[in-house]
């Protein structure tokens, strides 16, 4: 018994790496999107239809299609994370994901990162 929570973190931080695998994979396929076609795509299934992408991969933590959402200033493609809620997209606050900034807006200097508590 005194292994349960032990093997409740290792689920947790298998369920975190999946997530930032299979999102850093649409991720590419939306990347790959935009340079063949010069804009971002408008929804994840475009990636799938363009042929960039086999399939949405899974949220590992709900087992529904990664999250994705256009920005201001770019894209996010996210899991929900740990806590079971979509936060839309926002990854310091406990979605899981990746974030794609449009090329405009690239080589700019680094937001500074949230404390970590």
């Known amino acids: 018994m005194r ?3 032990s093997l409740i973190n290792l689920h947790k931080r298998e ?4 997530a930032e695998l ?3 994979l649409a991720a ?4 790959r999107y935009r340079l063949k076609h010069g804009v971002w795509p408008a929804e994840l299934k ?3 239809e363009a042929k960039l992408l086999n399939a949405i991969p899974a ?3 709900d087992n529904l299609p990664l999250r994705y959402r256009k ?4 894209i996010v493609v996210y899991s929900i994370g740990p806590n079971a809620v979509d936060d839309g997209g926002a990854i310091a606050n406990g979605d899981v994901g990746f974030r794609l900034w449009n090329a405009q807006s690239r080589g700019q200097p680094a937001i500074a990162a949230p404390e970590v508590k």
């Open 3 to 5: 292994f349960i929570p």
């Open 59 to 61: 949220d590992p933590i």
């Open 71 to 74: 920005t201001r200033d770019g």
């Open 15 to 18: 369920s975190i790496s999946e």
């Open 28 to 31: 590419l396929g939306c990347e």
């Open 22 to 24: 299979s999102s850093a």
């Open 46 to 48: 475009d990636v799938v």
